[in-house]
Each structure stands twice: as C-alpha cells, then as structure tokens.
C-alpha cells in the first residue's frame, strides 16, 4: 500500500491549526510555538526527502553495478566462445 503524502500533510497542518487554535496561550507563547513547530516540520520534512533521494541514489548504484556486471560477463563469455571458435577454425585448417 502506497503511502498518500498529501494526505498526511493535510492531516499534520489540520492538528496544528486546531492545537493552536484551542492552546490556551498568549499571542508570544503561540508565534514561538508556531516558529519552533514550523521549523521541526520543515527538518523533518527536508530528512525525509534527503533520505528518499538517498534511497533511489543507492538503488541506481545498485542496478547500474549489477549491469555493468552482467555486461562484463557477456562481453567474457563471447570472448572466450569466439577464441574456442577461432582456435578450432585454425586447427581444421592445419588438417
């Protein structure tokens, strides 16, 4: 099941605007609430994406060492074939 990051966003912004709303604080206390909150959403938020662009960033190394491995062995193998190939081309040639 995909995780609906829109929806979750709405629901966080929703709790935030109705715990200040209800907060029985004074003008200062809720515009410093709001600064620190806003300010640890917007680092988690930026570890998040840091940690998704990380993510892909090791999945593509993983995938491009894994073609980059089996293209080595192909290029190996039609190698070593086309030598045998060649070598018994040379030996029929001899007879």
Do not use: C, W
């Amino acid at each position: 099941m995909k995780p609906n990051f829109s929806g979750l966003l709405v629901a966080i912004l929703t709790g935030a605007a109705l715990g200040l709303l209800l907060a029985p604080r004074s003008g200062k206390d809720t515009r410093k609430k709001i600064t620190n909150d806003s300010d640890k959403f917007l680092k988690d938020l930026q570890d998040t994406i840091t940690n998704g662009f990380n993510s892909i960033r090791n999945q593509y190394d993983d995938a491009k060492d894994n073609l980059t491995s089996k293209y080595n062995d192909a290029v190996d193998t039609v190698a070593s074939r086309s030598k045998g190939a060649v070598e018994r081309v040379e030996r029929n040639s001899k007879h």
